[in-house]
Structure formats: structure tokens, C-alpha cells
């Protein structure tokens, strides 16, 4: 590795590519697009080491709710700083921490009234499925382990969460690392036919389920699925209609459900937690990225309380034998309470409706657009594909959108040829419209070169 001796001479960016190791990211393509430094953010902008300012249309990897460098959130975390900033959570306690779990166990409406800790949303993947695993083994039903998960899903990188991952770029990469699992249809809504509906694909992907379900139920532990949206996944969106009838089938084979909503939890969907859409509690609800606000890393495994009941004994390894250094970290903890206050003061899933409609008619030039296809929204998520005929890379395309939006002071991030919005909580009318327009007109430059 080159060293860099003066500092004051490389750019903020050269430095990083010298000794960072960026994720998800092939480095090499940094020879031909942008890195950008940024040096500030404030409320839904970022400014780079220029002073330039970017609008984060994708709420920084879908963290940041409402805003960067947040008064509110600011004041928790400084006030909390002033009293504990961290202390392990075996054998300790401490009021964040109660007062987090409380707050979102009456957000449940009591249904998921235990909450087990972590840093990042892999980890609390790995929670739910070792804890249906053991619960399984504590019942005395050891054959019980297998997983069950959506064709196209993401559910982090991590060795567990990777195996119930359906990307194929991982799969191919780190395949022969991972547990055996079944992979099921999605009941993405763009399987339609012209007479179909939403709920048609989630009747027919729920009958293909049954079908697994039937013949394997005595070897399957839960199954996971994200719900309403498949967020990595090209933001393939479905009908309430299918949690609705997986929750019947994992209450008839007695399977559990795993509700990751890493991503679309903390009002995305336009309730608080997805699932609220279909009218179902899980057995397992994961959330993190918007808990903090995108502040601190924080992540958590919601589950009932039949489920915390077989794990209390008198026995220790009956326990749930999982921890983590920073499990509930005050500070993060504080930061959560922060965003749960804010929701809350400001009324914010009330006012996400106009902000979603303003969302809608910002890219309302989309859908009239015949290079576009299935445009889709779910609350404060807004998506379309590019057809692959106006592309003349489809490989390249994602990198060339990327850059091009930078010039027009938008972040966007697209997955494939699948262009979406996920902004914080906070943009202005005014701020949805233009991000709208530079999108349209970065898309232009790509497509006509």
C-alpha cells in the first residue's frame, strides 16, 4: 500500500482510497467514478469537501429519518454522554435501554414485548434465526431447523442472514460458506399478468408456500420475509394480502415468521411497522437503520412472549446464548428514544401522507415515460426500472446514473436498472420537486449519452 507522507497535500479522497476499503464497492471502479468526500450534513443536505451541497435522496443507505445533524437527536445523545456512555447490558440495565423497549413493545400494542439487542441489521437477522432455532430445540423438536425465504430477497451479510439472502452476486461469491435453505416464489407485484392483481401473485406465490409448507413443515423453523417491500431486491413491492395468508400458513405447520423490517420499519411503509398494513403480528419483528436515525449503529429482534417464557430456566444453557460488547448502547438508545419523540411530537406518519403525494407528483413524469417500467410507490418508498432497451450498458448504467445525479446535487443509489427514492422525513415540497426533475435530467444524459 502506497503511503501517503504529507497529509496536507493528498485530498481527503485519495487518502481514503489509500487505506479505506469501502463496502459493496469494487475499488477499481474508482478509477473512472467519483468518491466523494463529505465533510457535513445538515437537515436532508450533504456537502462535500467543496462545499458542494447534495440532496440524500436515499437517507444515507435508508438511516437517516429526519435530517442530518438533528437538534433533537443532538440534545439526547449529548445530554445521555453526560451520564453513561455505554456499559454491558449482561448483568446491567440501564433507563434508555428500559425505556426503548417499553416504548416499542406498546407499539406492538403488547404483542412483541421482549427485545434482545444488537449493532447492525445482519445481527438481529442472526438473533431471530438462532432463537427460533433453539426455541425448536427446547421443545424437543430438533428437526426443526431449516429456513424458508423469498426468491430476490436481502436479508444482510452475515453467514446466517446471507443463507436466507437471495442475490445471486453473494450466493455466487459465498455459497459454499451457507446453511441449506428454501428459497420460495416472491409475490412481487410486476409478475402480474394483464388480467392479474397484486393479490392474485400473492394468492398464487402463497399457494406455491403451502405446497413447501405441506410436504417440509417438520423440518422448517421459521420462515423470513421482508415485508410489503424487497428493498435490495430492486424494490420489488407486494399486497398486504400475502403476510396476511403466510401468517395463517405459519400458525397452521407451526413455523415461525420472521418479519425483517431493517428496511421498511420506523414509518417507510407509511405505518410504523409494515406489517401494520396486513393486520399481523410476527413471531420475530428485526428493526434498525431508522431506529436511531441514522445516527448510531442500533439494531433489535422483537418477539412474543411464548417465545422469551421457553428460554426461562433454571438451567443456563436453556438461555438465549447470544451477545454482542455494544449490545443497547445508552447513546444509540438515547438516540432511538430521540426519534420515537419526534415521531410522536410532529405527528410524522400523518404528515408522511402529503409528503408521499408530493413524492408521487415529483416523479409523476415516470410513469408517462415509455423507456420506464412499473413505476411503484409504498409510503416514503418511490421506484421504477429502466428498461433494459434504453440502455445501452445495462452493466454500466447504475455507476453512470450515480455520477450523473452528483452533478445534478442529488444522491441516488440505483440497484440494477431499478431507480429509487427513499428521502428523510423532512423534505420540503419545494425539495421533493426538484428531486424529482434532476433525476429526470440526469437520466436524460445517460440515456442519450
Excluded at 445481527?123 to 431449516?146: D, G, T
Amino acid at each position: 500500500m502506497k503511503v501517503i507522507s504529507d497529509l496536507n497535500q493528498a485530498t481527503l479522497v485519495n487518502r481514503s482510497l489509500s487505506a479505506v476499503w469501502h463496502p459493496c464497492t469494487q475499488m477499481k471502479h474508482h478509477e473512472s467514478f467519483p468518491l466523494v468526500a463529505i465533510t457535513k450534513g445538515k437537515g436532508a443536505w450533504l456537502y462535500d469537501e467543496h462545499g458542494n451541497a447534495l440532496l440524500d435522496c436515499i437517507s444515507s443507505w435508508w438511516t437517516n429519518l429526519f435530517g442530518h445533524s438533528n437538534p433533537k437527536i443532538n440534545q439526547a445523545i449529548t445530554q445521555q454522554l453526560e451520564r453513561i456512555e455505554h456499559v454491558m447490558l449482561a448483568g446491567f440495565t440501564h433507563p434508555p435501554v428500559v425505556e426503548l423497549s417499553e416504548k416499542l413493545a406498546a407499539l406492538t400494542n403488547g404483542n412483541l414485548g421482549h427485545v434482545f439487542y444488537a449493532s447492525d441489521g445482519a445481527s438481529a437477522v442472526e438473533i431471530a434465526l438462532k432463537m427460533s432455532h433453539h426455541f425448536w430445540q427446547l421443545n424437543s423438536k430438533p428437526e426443526k431447523k431449516k429456513f424458508v425465504c423469498l426468491e430476490n430477497g436481502y436479508h444482510g451479510e452475515t453467514l446466517g442472514a446471507l443463507a436466507v439472502t437471495d442475490v445471486a452476486i453473494f450466493r455466487e461469491a459465498y455459497g459454499s460458506l451457507l446453511q441449506d435453505v428454501f428459497t420460495v416464489t416472491s409475490p412481487d407485484a410486476r409478475k402480474a399478468k394483464a388480467s392479474e392483481s397484486a393479490e392474485d401473485v400473492a394468492r398464487e406465490a402463497a399457494n406455491a408456500l403451502e405446497q413447501l409448507f405441506a410436504k417440509e413443515h417438520k423440518n422448517i423453523a421459521a420462515m423470513i420475509v421482508e415485508p410489503l417491500v424487497q428493498c435490495a431486491g430492486q424494490m420489488a413491492m407486494h399486497s398486504p394480502e400475502y403476510l396476511r395468508l403466510v401468517r395463517d400458513l405459519c400458525d397452521r405447520y407451526q413455523i415461525h415468521l420472521i418479519a425483517d423490517e431493517i428496511a421498511v420499519g420506523c414509518g417507510r411503509s407509511g405505518k410504523f411497522f409494515a406489517c401494520e398494513h396486513a393486520g399481523i403480528w410476527p413471531d420475530f419483528l428485526t428493526l434498525s437503520k431508522g431506529i436511531s436515525g441514522g445516527y448510531l449503529p442500533l439494531s433489535l429482534c422483537m418477539t412474543t412472549d411464548k417465545i422469551y417464557r421457553a428460554f426461562y430456566s433454571d438451567q443456563t444453557q436453556h438461555g438465549f446464548l447470544h451477545s454482542h460488547s455494544y449490545t443497547g448502547n445508552p447513546l444509540a438508545c438515547a438516540a432511538a428514544l430521540a426519534c420515537l419523540e419526534i415521531f410522536e411530537a410532529e405527528k410524522v406518519l400523518e404528515n408522511n401522507i402529503a409528503r408521499s403525494q408530493n413524492l408521487a407528483t415529483a416523479f409523476a413524469w415516470a410513469k408517462s415515460d415509455t423507456r420506464i417500467d412499473h413505476w411503484r410507490q409504498q409510503g416514503m418508498i418511490l421506484a421504477f426500472d429502466v428498461k433494459s432497451s434504453a440502455l445501452k450498458n445495462s452493466h454500466v448504467f447504475p455507476r453512470e446514473m450515480f455520477a450523473k445525479c452528483l452533478n445534478e446535487g442529488v444522491l441516488i443509489r440505483p440497484i440494477g436498472n431499478t431507480i429509487y427514492v427513499m428521502p428523510p422525513y423532512i423534505l420540503s415540497a419545494q425539495e421533493t420537486e426538484q428531486m424529482g426533475q434532476a433525476v429526470q435530467r440526469a437520466l436524460n444524459q445517460v440515456i442519450n449519452g
